[in-house]
């Protein structure tokens, strides 16, 4: 298997550092609000990265973090005059409700910043004690002329690095370019204590002692959207290194491209924020995570209102494919097409793992000989699971997602009687009654076995 690592700028196969046991750190969401598809991006790309390890080596560790001490979150909680547990509990609740629409597993560990404090203490005094990191005024900085691979990452050297620091210039900085590791809290503010007062920790730190805490100090895989490049996982491979004697934080680093809408790059302030639970109304979670797959993990991806449909159409003949084989066994001793698999080891390639499953569904549909059919089904159904797609039975998705109890009686009525009138060539009739029949709710398919109806 290969991966491309930021770190090296190249793809190089992937060597874990036990190989029955690959480790696996992503950057989860702050749970301020409700996530949006670019949110979700890399969940689901993360997601089919740990399901296809998972066939690869016998034990995959996958931590993903959620922050849930930041001061948006402190504003939200503000406005709405509750505490910020009661913000993070619910939306952490919305964020596993809107991935499990879109099929993606819970990470073997979900870890909350709230339940680390310790360990971010002990690490921020290690890091002082080496001389990475100073106090001042209440804060604590790292220090970052100490570290001499800053901006290794990023690929930036530290003198632009210097001056051209996103953050606020204290007075009491070092350098402009330090960053917070430390911060203290007004007696509003939540706070917890600390050798340098009550305050709470800075964004990057967390993530460094979380993972430490539950991964060891060399990670085999971290990974997040490309956003987080710089600052904030060039700052993790700073402290991260410093507080462990120079060892390395991670041997990969993963990052996915954005999603942008329309062309344009999504944000707030134009207005063009997609959020995930408003774009599962228009249509299935499995159809968005097509969508999120149809194009390499490490590249844009531009999102319109065409893709959702289109997506629709796509899993329509992937579904329509095993439908056609439903009357035949699923061979036991296929397995997993070697086209899909040469895909997902080389970087995830996920839109030709796509292109190799389509043409298993072109296959399905010409198949003729019995043992073929059983073979082609087993394989969509094993390239199936590798992608997180596929996952209900065909009379499901055609009934909409649904579970299959049945249709009302008046539906079943009009199938009936358009059935008759399509056996008595009265096409008018027919037509008729499929437009009585989309107006509750039931589109109708016409094909060689008959017609099939699926819920709007």
């Keep these: ?182 911060k203290p809290s007004i007696e509003a503010q939540p706070g917890w204590d600390s050798p340098w007062g009550r305050g709470r920790p800075g964004w990057h730190i967390e993530c460094s002692a979380m993972a430490e805490a539950l991964l060891g100090d060399t990670l085999d895989i971290h990974g997040g959207g490309h956003d987080l490049v710089f600052p904030h996982h060039e700052n993790e491979i700073a402290q991260s290194r410093c507080a462990h004697g120079g060892a390395p934080f991670a041997r990969y680093w993963v990052h996915n491209g954005f999603v942008n809408v329309n062309a344009e790059k999504m944000s707030k302030s134009i207005g063009n924020v997609l959020l995930v639970r408003k774009l599962l109304e228009q249509g299935p979670g499995e159809a968005i995570r097509l969508v999120l797959l149809t194009a390499h993990y490490r590249q844009p991806l531009d999102w319109t209102d065409a893709v959702i449909p289109e997506a629709n159409k796509k899993l329509d003949r992937l579904y329509g494919a095993l439908r056609s084989l439903a009357d035949v066994p699923a061979a036991a001793d296929a397995g997993l097409p070697e086209s899909v698999a040469a895909a997902l080891d080389d970087d995830l390639n996920t839109p030709q793992a796509l292109a190799a499953l389509f043409e298993l569904a072109r296959d399905a549909n010409k198949a003729t000989d019995t043992a073929e059919k059983a073979r082609i089904k087993a394989q969509l159904q094993a390239a199936g699971d590798a992608l997180g797609l596929l996952q209900m039975g065909h009379e499901q998705w055609f009934a909409g997602g649904a579970e299959v109890d049945g249709l009302s009686a008046e539906a079943e009525a009009l199938l009936d009687e358009r059935a008759a009138a399509r056996a008595a060539r009265d096409w008018a009739g027919s037509d008729r009654l499929r437009d009585q029949l989309k107006a509750l709710g039931v589109a109708v398919e016409d094909g060689k076995d008959g017609q099939r109806w699926r819920r709007l």
């Excluded at 203490?121 to 001389?131: A, E, F, H, K, Q």
């Design 1 to 182: 298997m290969q991966l491309y690592n930021t770190l090296s700028g190249n793809k190089t196969p992937f060597v874990p550092q036990d190989a029955n046991r690959v480790t696996v750190y992503v950057c989860g969401p702050t749970v301020y609000s409700y996530a949006h598809i670019g949110n979700a991006r890399p969940a689901v790309v993360f997601d089919v990265l740990t399901r296809w390890l998972r066939r690869r080596y016998p034990q995959v560790v996958y931590v993903r973090n959620i922050t849930d001490i930041d001061d948006k979150i402190n504003a939200a909680a503000v406005k709405e005059g509750v505490d910020i547990r009661t913000i993070t509990d619910r939306y952490a609740a919305a964020y596993h409700e809107d991935l499990a629409a879109l099929g993606v597993a819970l990470p073997d560990l979900e870890p909350r910043v709230t339940e680390h404090l310790p360990q971010i203490i002990d690490m921020i005094g290690r890091l002082i004690g080496s001389g990475h990191a100073y106090a001042a005024e209440g804060h604590v900085l790292f220090h970052t002329r100490s570290f001499a691979d800053y901006g290794a990452l990023s690929r930036r050297d530290a003198e632009s690095l210097q001056a051209g620091a996103r953050v606020e210039v204290a007075p009491y900085k070092k350098d402009p370019g330090d960053f917070v590791l430390w």
